[in-house]
């Protein structure tokens, strides 16, 4: 912990540190992974390291409509659900930021009751009013949950990232003889889409991850996403084990996680840590 | 349980702090300016459709949930339907797989959450602190925080099956998964690897507010490490600690994913998420599963209670908050 | 608001039953020229469980049906209770996609009472009752009405070690002496294996000796808990056999398998298990097979023969059904003597059609189908309540571990809660 020693000895000291957590975060995720590539034959022989290679389970769920059609419902409604949370989010979070109204401590508050809501709660009357509307086993049916969940998110995150613009600098392109629009277009939106764009991540993360809505409001292929369709899984027959699909199908959706921490590592540690770092 | 959806330390006084500056003017209503009025009515249009959607989604639903909790309702006697007052609560109150759900879900998660705050505080003095590949230590901590519950939990489920998994074979015996004990041992376990790196950003953003001056100061001082961290940094991450604290604590009480998946709830495992599901879509009995989600969302505004109260959390609204 | 919106939707709900009445009047003439609306070939979804060879069985069906309907069978899950909330999921959401369905012997009466399957009337009605074994038949009623076609059935036999034992055992009080001379005498093996785990094998077991000792644990309507001396009497013996000392150790954690692999192993005297076990057998162990004799399910008294838990599926018509006339009709013909003698033989389903059994190819198939038969005779359905699923947790619950049992004390907590069961208090763990 000394601050003062950055002699050749502290730093074997965190770099093994570093290494137990990069184990640490990375052994559950290499072994789906190796059961994915395993053999039929050699999936049960306990094996970290597969014995036997193969893609037969990635060929074999892409040819299965359960696991493609859940893995276009899964992007579709996590898309959608982050485009419509995003947009509604960062007109919240402008105002929040930057305009003064009676009732603005009311919403903040209400997001954060919201980001704390019990989601099972929801589960019961949201299971009788959507199959009583006709939402039940729909995308919006699902949209629509996930988007009041990251509201508060995205609310969050995107005031932290407003509070941090110089807005002043709005005020001196106007007085530079740039119009409104200009002087949002060319100032205002290069420095605010960066926060937007991170807090994007976060909500479509949210989104991808969810689990309990989609299995509770949903019944068929029309709307299941794939952590749903996971535990559906039921192998090429009946007495096959469906082990190696299912990893094959966990991989694959992990996939744009690994994507997103690959490349935007820093923005999402910024984004999860904004509002205390910079009130 | 899903992946914690907000960053806490971000509160409602601070982001609300340009309207205070403000205050004296507001009570000038009369006097309230062409721009005032104007700016007024485009916060709330620019509100309105984020807050109408919040309470159309839960606050509906949960007073919905609450007269469906006082009605026998099951959808296997549907001509049985009729309005019983508070007879569902008695019966779930007196139900034992109820409170031993109950307990399960405790246990969960004040062990879980107890073991995170210590390993969390450890990643972020690693995250924050380490000399040499930080990228990739803070790289390889978000993986857990992103990957999906139900990839992360069929890994687990796998890895302790026996013969399929590498870590049910270092056992010499036995299923671990369908024993009580080692069953709770392992859901806990898969919660703390998906939500310590949660924990250690959020205590990161505490870490940051440390002023090094001070460390250095107390390290002339001749502080020891252990003192500087309990004399210097804790204290200045205290409000920190504690928000962490309240959304891990809610956050882990809703846990689901993980017991579907690595044990459906079998040998008294099941979490009060997970007995409220079973008996919605199971049972099909809208007026019990009503009346747990009541019981539930009681139970969750009890413990943030608790937290604000006696622990002092600063909580949206308070004024110690945001004024770190 | 319960009140009030609870007329409109009741309405509905007859109103489609009551058009489902109609359609099945009209479907018939109708249907040879398309009735889809979209023209073509009308398309029945048939929601069941994975069933080897079923496949055969649907195209023999379509290609009868000659282009009045296309049966397609739409897999479920591997484990019953994923099966169950699949289908009560789109249900309870009026999904008019699915048409048939199989169902467990267990979930007719719950489907029922939901108003989520059609009654059998009339002519489909005769047909279906028509050379059906009472057992298989019972468990498709609700209320004295008939809800689902028996399609194929399932009764537990008792096997036996001929190199043992001279004669088998007609009680299970005879068959628990039997194994302790033969433990006291040294010889080996000796056990009792049968299920007594803490789930649905252990209800059955429970049910089998309630419904032989003549007891009931519901009445007739299935909206009482009934739980008289009869069901005392099965505890009893439960609980008797429990702390025989000739169980094996490990009784009260088995499930069908684990009592499969361990008498297959050589380490039981007595069996009591489906007869999944001889084919088994025949592949895995021949030595074991060669010396095993089957009869009789035990009974309790020696002079009143054993009643026996009926398992099963049948198959009813979704009540939200765009073609229930044509749904009646593919039944009928899925569930038909040749097609249940092509299961029987290709996928080890028993039939529930009672003339199957006399045919020829049945021998091979099922060298022990007279004894199964004896028992289809008189076998009896599991409590017929809309509520059976929380009623066997419930039961499950409090018999497990079974040498715990106190009978007349636990008879009387398991009337409470099973009476609460029915009365939508039922709590699920």
Sequence with gaps: MATLDTGPRAKLKWGLLDAVVVVFALIPVLWVVSLSLKTTATLTDGNFIPREWTLDNYRLIFQTDQFVRALINSIGIALISTLIAVVLGTMAAYAISRLDFPGKALLVGVSLLIAMFPQVSLVSPLFNIERQTGLFDTWPGLILPYITFALPLAIYTLSAFFKQIPWDLEKAAKMDGATQAEAFRKVIAPLAAPGVFTTAILVFIFCWNDFLFAISLTSTEQSRTVPVALSFFTGASQFEDPTGAISAAAVVITIPIILFVLFFQKRIVAGLTSGAVKG | ?324 | MARDDRHPRRRTMRARVAAAGAALALTAPMAACGSDGEGGVPTLNLYQFPVESFQHVIDTCNQQANGRYRVVYQVLPRTADDQRVQMVRRLAAEDDSMDILGLDVTWTQEFASADWILEWTGADKAAIEDGTLPGPLASAEYKNRLYAAPNNTNVQLLWYRKDLVSSPPKTWDEMISQAQRLKSAGKKPFQILTMGAQYEGLVVLFNSLVASAGGHVVDDSGDKAVMDAGTVKALRVMKKLATSGVVSPSFSNSIEDDVRLAYQSGAGAFEVNWPYVYASMQGDAPQILAKTGWARYPAIDANTPSVTTIGGSNMAVSAYSKHPGLAFEAIKCLRNAENQEYLAINAGQAPSIEAVYDRPDMAKAYPMRETLLEELKDAAPRPRTPAYQNLSTVVAAELSPPSAIDPQRTADSLRTSIQKAIDSQGVLP
């Design chain 2, 1 to 324: 349980m899903s992946v914690s959806s907000t960053t806490p330390a971000t509160t409602a006084e601070e982001l609300s702090e340009g309207g205070r500056r403000e205050l004296p003017q507001k009570r000038a209503k009369a006097a309230l300016s062409e721009g005032k009025r104007q700016e007024r009515r485009l916060g709330w249009l620019l509100c309105a459709p984020a807050a109408l959607v919040m309470v159309a989604v839960t606050a509906y639903p949960i007073l919905y949930s609450f007269w469906l909790s006082l009605q026998r309702y099951d959808l296997k006697f549907p001509s049985e339907r009729e309005f019983v007052w508070f007879a569902n609560y008695a019966t779930v109150l007196s139900n034992g797989y109820w409170w031993t759900a109950f307990g399960v879900t405790l246990l969960i998660t004040v062990v879980s959450v107890a073991v995170e705050l210590v390993l969390g505080m450890a990643l972020a003095l690693v995250m924050h602190r380490t000399l040499i590949g930080r990228g990739l230590v803070r790289t390889s901590a978000l993986i857990p925080y992103g990957i999906v519950t139900v990839v992360a939990a069929f890994s687990w489920r796998y890895a302790w099956t026996p013969s399929t998994g590498y870590l049910a074979n270092l056992l010499s015996d036995g299923a671990p998964l369908t024993e009580r004990a080692s069953a709770l041992s392992i859901i806990i376990l898969a919660e703390i690897w998906k939500t310590t790196p949660f924990m250690a950003l959020l205590l990161m953003a505490g870490l940051a507010l440390v002023p090094e001056d001070l460390l250095k100061a107390a390290s002339m001082d001749g502080a020891s490490a252990w003192q500087r961290f309990t004399r210097v940094m804790l204290p200045v991450m205290k409000p920190a600690i504690l928000v962490a604290l309240l959304f891990r604590t809610l956050d882990a009480f809703r846990v689901f994913d993980n017991i579907y998946v690595l044990t459906n709830g079998a040998n008294e495992t099941s979490s009060v998420s997970m007995i409220a599901y079973n008996n919605l879509m199971k049972g099909l009995n809208l007026g019990i599963g009503s009346t747990m989600s009541v019981l539930i969302f009681l139970a969750v505004a009890i413990i943030a209670f608790v937290f604000v109260k006696l622990f002092g959390t600063a909580a949206p609204g308070s004024s110690d908050e945001g004024r770190r």
